[in-house]
Structures are given as C-alpha cells and as structure tokens.
C-alpha cells in the first residue's frame, strides 16, 4: 500500500488508516479494493452474536474531499433484513449525518474508527426498531419477532454468505 499516492485522497498518509486497521473490533475487517485510493474502503461486519450471527455484510465507504467537516458516505452491499438499514443499502446511523438534533451526528473530532465501531454496533446495542428507516422491517420485528428472526436467517442465507 502507497501512503501518499492519490493527491484527491483526504486520508491518504494520514494515520487514521493505521489507526483504523489497527483498532477494528474482533467482528470486521477492513480491505482496500486500490491501495492508491485510501479514500474509498470496503468493510466486511461478521456479527458473532445477535440476529444476523453468521452473516457476512459488506459496506462500501467513501471519503470526500470534506472530510472531516463532512461524515463519509456509506452504503451497505448486501441485501439484509434490517430497521437501520433499507434493502437497497441506505443507514440510518445518527453519526453519519452531518446534522442531528440530538447532538450525536458527526463531528469534526470523529475518525473513520468511529464510523467503523457504529456500524459494527448496528447490528448489537444500536440495532433500533423505535425510529427505524426500513419501517416494514421495524413493524414485522413488532408484529413476529419469530417470523421476523425466519426472514432475517432467509436473507443471511441467500446474500450474506
């Protein structure tokens, strides 16, 4: 890998990236598809407990050039059956949003490792089904939690392996 390389990279050379690889939580890996593209990552959430044990979700993260006065743009890969995140890839996840009236959105002090730890916990202590972007998720986890349990392990099954 080439720090450096790339002058539209907002993170290349910089240590967050060693920062980051180097404090992942046991359940993500982190690969960059261009070692010359610090700026656009792929991580990998394998959740060891929960709902979605035992399946694998990709996330595609993009830097801007903003950064960190702007949250990187994520987007989930797989398909999954989930309150926080629609099956077409958007997230709900308050850092990620450059403006929140709840004061946890993102904030020029918060790193690439934040991002990384707050989708991780997505899918453990801030998976929210009382203000969900996938409504039809949230409202079938209500209604079934055993047929809503059914479809998360059909989903895992066909697109998360």
Request: overall charge negative; some cysteine.
């Given at each position: 890998m080439v720090l450096g390389a790339g002058p539209a990279s907002p993170v290349s050379g910089s240590p967050?990236?060693?920062?980051?690889?180097?404090?992942?939580?046991?359940t993500c890996k982190?690969?960059?598809?261009?070692p010359n593209k610090l700026h656009c990552f792929q991580l990998t959430v394998t959740p060891d407990e929960g709902y979605y044990q035992g399946g694998k979700f990709q996330f595609e993260t993009e830097v801007p050039d903003a950064y960190n006065m702007v949250?990187?743009?994520?987007?989930?890969?797989?398909?999954?059956?989930h309150?926080?995140?629609?099956?077409?890839?958007?997230i709900c996840l308050s850092l990620?949003?450059?403006?929140?009236?709840?004061?946890?959105?993102?904030?020029?002090t918060r790193t690439l490792k934040d991002?990384?730890?707050g989708l991780n916990s997505?899918?453990?202590?801030?998976?929210?089904?009382?203000?969900?972007?996938?409504i039809e998720a949230a409202e079938h986890h209500?209604?079934?939690?055993?047929?809503?349990?059914?479809?998360?392990?059909?989903?895992?099954?066909?697109?998360?392996?």
């Open positions: 967050e990236v060693a920062e980051l690889e180097a404090n992942l939580p046991c982190v690969h960059f598809p261009d949250p990187p743009k994520v987007k989930c890969l797989t398909k999954i059956w309150p926080n995140i629609t099956e077409t890839g958007e990620l949003r450059e403006h929140s009236i709840d004061g946890t959105g993102w904030a020029p991002v990384v730890w997505l899918f453990t202590d801030l998976l929210n089904f009382d203000d969900p972007l996938n209500l209604r079934d939690k055993e047929d809503f349990r059914n479809k998360v392990d059909d989903y895992i099954k066909r697109y998360a392996r």
